[in-house]
T-cell receptor
Framework: AQSVTQPDIHITVSEGASLELRCNYSYGATPYLFWYVQSPGQGLQLLLKYFSGDTLVQGIKGFEAEFKRSQSSFNLRKPSVHWSDAAEYFCAVVSGYSSASKIIFGSGTRLSIRP | GAGVSQSPSNKVTEKGKDVELRCDPISGHTALYWYRQSLGQGLEFLIYFQGNSAPDKSGLPSDRFSAERTGGSVSTLTIQRTQQEDSAVYLC?????????????FGPGTRLTVL
């Protein structure tokens, strides 16, 4: 069965520091991969997605993610975080390309920013 | 244009009562999704609609949960005989077409507390 693991429940980084949030998935074929962000009091917003092609994808707000098939990972990165990046981040995977496809979200990583 | 709206934003109910949660998707979006987000958990996919039909109801936790969509627009998630374990944030999302790899636009959620 497919699954998504976000091993870090909570991460704190200093403002201006680099960030990497981990995501590992379990699925036999190449899945569709997503990162969503949930800011306090707001709905989830899509940061970026990977379907095929270039394994390094650029998203909004200066985020990027790299798909590594050999490691079954899709880690989210940002070179320099801002205080406004404090939020909950969710990795998600969709398997398959039919009506039987399922979407699975990870349990999330809460990001805190140290001034 | 307006985003996805949900009402009520907060609902406190007593165990055993029925509740109805409402979702207004973005105008023109044919696909609508319901998720449940429990404390410290990821998003749990409940059900999706393409138009007024729900091809896959397997994500609903029990037969106390039901959902309908009328006129291809507003959707209602009903929980009968609520239990304390139903306490969670219920999120609604919509997308232009029913395909889980399409970007979903999320509402702010309804926080349900069952006493």
């Amino acid at each position: 069965a497919q699954s998504v693991t976000q091993p870090d429940i909570h991460i704190t980084v200093s403002e201006g520091a680099s960030l990497e949030l981990r995501c590992n998935y379990s699925y036999g074929a190449t899945p569709y991969l997503f990162w969503y962000v949930q800011s306090p009091g707001q709905g989830l917003q899509l940061l970026l997605k990977y379907f095929s092609g270039d394994t390094l994808v650029q998203g909004i707000k200066g985020f990027e993610a790299e798909f590594k098939r050999s490691q079954s990972s899709f880690n989210l990165r940002k070179p320099s975080v801002h205080w406004s990046d404090a939020a909950e981040y969710f990795c998600a995977v969709v398997s398959g390309y039919s009506s039987a496809s399922k979407i699975i979200f990870g349990s999330g990583t809460r990001l805190s920013i140290r001034p | 244009g307006a985003g996805v709206s949900q009402s009520p934003s907060n609902k406190v109910t007593e165990k055993g009562k029925d509740v109805e949660l409402r979702c207004d998707p973005i105008s023109g979006h044919t696909a609508l999704y319901w998720y449940r987000q429990s404390l410290g958990q990821g998003l749990e996919f409940l059900i999706y609609f393409q138009g007024n039909s729900a091809p896959d109801k397997s994500g609903l936790p029990s037969d106390r949960f039901s959902a309908e969509r009328t006129g291809g627009s507003v959707s209602t998630l009903t929980i009968q005989r609520t239990q304390q374990e139903d306490s969670a944030v219920y999120l609604c999302a919509s997308s232009l077409e029913q395909a889980l790899w399409n970007e979903q636009f999320f509402g702010p959620g309804t926080r349900l507390t069952v006493l």
